[in-house]
């Protein structure tokens, strides 16, 4: 701020805005309403970083604002705690803030667009949190947000920046949907492929192919498979095993150790390479943990990643949140690896809603072994299909990194259109 353009000023926010913090009304729910009269009740999780905040969640009944703070349509806002720094222009004809929420109204003749522009950009954010107290939730103070100065031009220069600054953001919120959209197309692919790959009749389930093995298809089978498939449950033709946490106050069983431990949180979806801690040999021989072959299928059976894959690129031991699959000594009941993570991937979303426990999802085993497989008795054929999914989830993956990276470049355009904006450059 010390080269600004001619006719710009450096004031303090107190100079600019009388600065309010909201009120809550307690307990909420005695003051929550239904009625459509009602006041709305602006919560920071109306806010999904837009401009204006048109409508809200909930309402609360007029004995409810004599505790908190009444606020009117064209109010600037900012979030004062937990999601802090966040601004909006209120556009309802009245609502009610609580405690979370700074009130900025204006001492002078301004364009609030302008302000909020520049409480949406990172450098006044980073700001905002240096300024801001506490540890797990950090609370912007009013007396410190007072005296922060910024750069204030004319006021038809401020709406000659917001201008610009309209324009650009439409185009670049533009471009940014349609790659949004070009991510979800995506997911959808990816779905239509593996339900293809799995179910390779598809409509023409009453094809001849189908019907003249009527074995592939009876009452308890999902839908029908060719002649070379078969439906199994995952019992038949894997054992399950899960794993172990080593005592941690055994030093013993930690120290120097050189064989590795997986944790559940560590699966990915994809190849395990490497591993956060290791055990030693000491907890491998008083611990119920069991070492597992380089090439090992594994999903995690609870907790937040429950349902998520890996396959094995180093010999490790597992906790006990995590299933392996292993291959039973049979001759003509074969699974390929591959092949089986990608059908579970597929129906992953049915593991998980099946699986819920409380508050979150808690795969059992015995649960996993009953999941039902189409099995193409060929193992090549197997093969053959995993290896054509990896090449179309190549390239899908790809893609997806091309677009959240073209994503990633257009934040960085928008940010960087605002420093120009407020340095005067713009």
Same mark, same amino acid.
């Given at each position: 701020?010390?080269?600004?353009?001619?006719?710009?000023?450096?004031?303090?926010?107190?100079?600019?805005?009388?600065?309010?913090?909201?009120?809550?009304?307690?307990?909420?729910?005695?003051?929550?309403?239904?009625?459509?009269?009602?006041?709305?009740?602006?919560?920071?999780?109306?806010?999904?970083?837009?401009?204006?905040?048109?409508?809200?969640?909930?309402?609360?009944?007029?004995?409810?604002?004599?505790?908190?703070?009444?606020?009117?349509?064209?109010?600037?806002?900012?979030?004062?705690?937990?999601?802090?720094?966040?601004?909006?222009?209120?556009?309802?004809?009245?609502?009610?803030?609580?405690?979370?929420?700074?009130?900025?109204?204006?001492?002078?003749?301004?364009?609030?667009?302008?302000?909020?522009?520049?409480?949406?950009?990172?450098?006044?954010?980073?700001?905002?949190?240096?300024?801001?107290?506490?540890?797990?939730?950090?609370?912007?103070?009013?007396?410190?947000?007072?005296?922060?100065?910024?750069?204030?031009?004319?006021?038809?220069?401020?709406?000659?920046?917001? @201008? %610009? *600054?309209?324009?650009?953001?439409?185009?670049?919120?533009?471009?940014?949907?349609? $790659?949004?959209?070009? #991510?979800? +197309? =995506?997911?959808?692919?990816?779905?239509?492929?593996?339900?293809?790959?799995?179910?390779?009749?598809?409509?023409?389930?009453?094809?001849?192919?189908?019907?003249?093995?009527?074995?592939?298809?009876?009452?308890?089978?999902?839908?029908?498979?060719?002649?070379?498939?078969?439906?199994?449950?995952?019992?038949?033709?894997?054992?399950?095993?899960?794993?172990?946490?080593?005592?941690?106050?055994?030093?013993?069983?930690?120290?120097?150790?050189?064989?590795?431990?997986?944790?559940?949180?560590?699966?990915?979806?994809?190849?395990?390479?490497?591993?956060?801690?290791?055990?030693?040999?000491?907890?491998?021989?008083?611990?119920?943990?069991?070492?597992?072959?380089?090439?090992?299928?594994?999903?995690?059976?609870?907790?937040?990643?429950?349902?998520?894959? @890996? %396959? *094995?690129?180093?010999?490790?031991?597992?906790?006990?949140?995590?299933?392996?699959? $292993?291959?039973?000594? #049979?001759? +003509? =009941?074969?699974?390929?690896?591959?092949?089986?993570?990608?059908?579970?991937?597929?129906?992953?979303?049915?593991?998980?809603?099946?699986?819920?426990?409380?508050?979150?999802?808690?795969?059992?085993?015995?649960?996993?072994?009953?999941?039902?497989?189409?099995?193409?008795?060929?193992?090549?054929?197997?093969?053959?299909?995993?290896?054509?999914?990896?090449?179309?989830?190549?390239?899908?993956?790809?893609?997806?990194?091309?677009?959240?990276?073209?994503?990633?470049?257009?934040?960085?355009?928008?940010?960087?259109?605002?420093?120009?904006?407020?340095?005067?450059?713009?």
């Amino acid at each position: 701020m010390t080269h600004l353009p001619q006719g710009w000023e450096v004031k303090k926010l107190n100079e600019i805005f009388n600065i309010e913090r909201g009120g809550s009304p307690r307990p909420i729910k005695v003051f929550l309403t239904n009625d459509e009269n009602g006041i709305p009740w602006i919560k920071i999780g109306d806010i999904k970083n837009q401009k204006y905040l048109y409508e809200t969640e909930e309402k609360i009944i007029e004995e409810g604002l004599k505790k908190s703070k009444l606020v009117l349509s064209g109010d600037l806002l900012l979030s004062n705690s937990m999601s802090f720094g966040k601004p909006v222009i209120v556009k309802v004809s009245r609502g009610a803030i609580h405690d979370g929420w700074l009130l900025l109204r204006e001492k002078l003749t301004l364009d609030k667009e302008y302000f909020y522009y520049l409480f949406s950009s990172n450098f006044m954010y980073s700001f905002l949190s240096s300024q801001a107290s506490g540890t797990t939730v950090k609370n912007l103070n009013i007396d410190k947000l007072k005296n922060i100065e910024i750069p204030l031009p004319p006021l038809n220069e401020q709406g000659r920046i917001v @201008g %610009i *600054l309209d324009l650009a953001f439409e185009k670049i919120d533009t471009s940014v949907e349609l $790659l949004k959209a070009n #991510l979800a +197309n =995506l997911d959808e692919l990816a779905k239509s492929v593996l339900d293809r790959a799995f179910n390779p009749l598809g409509d023409s389930a009453d094809s001849t192919e189908s019907t003249q093995n009527p074995s592939t298809h009876d009452a308890q089978s999902p839908y029908p498979l060719p002649q070379h498939w078969e439906w199994k449950t995952l019992g038949e033709i894997a054992n399950t095993s899960s794993g172990s946490t080593p005592l941690r106050n055994r030093k013993e069983y930690w120290e120097n150790g050189t064989i590795h431990w997986l944790k559940s949180g560590e699966l990915n979806d994809s190849y395990i390479n490497l591993v956060e801690e290791k055990i030693t040999e000491e907890a491998l021989k008083h611990s119920p943990v069991k070492l597992l072959d380089k090439g090992t299928l594994l999903i995690a059976m609870y907790g937040a990643t429950a349902g998520k894959l @890996g %396959i *094995l690129n180093v010999q490790t031991t597992t906790n006990q949140a995590i299933c392996a699959f $292993l291959h039973k000594d #049979l001759n +003509n =009941l074969k699974f390929f690896e591959k092949f089986l993570f990608y059908f579970l991937l597929s129906i992953r979303s049915k593991i998980i809603s099946d699986s819920f426990g409380g508050a979150q999802p808690n795969i059992s085993q015995a649960y996993i072994k009953s999941l039902q497989i189409p099995l193409p008795k060929d193992i090549k054929e197997q093969e053959q299909i995993a290896m054509h999914l990896d090449s179309v989830f190549d390239k899908i993956q790809k893609l997806k990194e091309l677009y959240n990276t073209q994503l990633q470049d257009y934040e960085e355009l928008k940010q960087s259109l605002l420093t120009q904006a407020f340095s005067g450059k713009l």
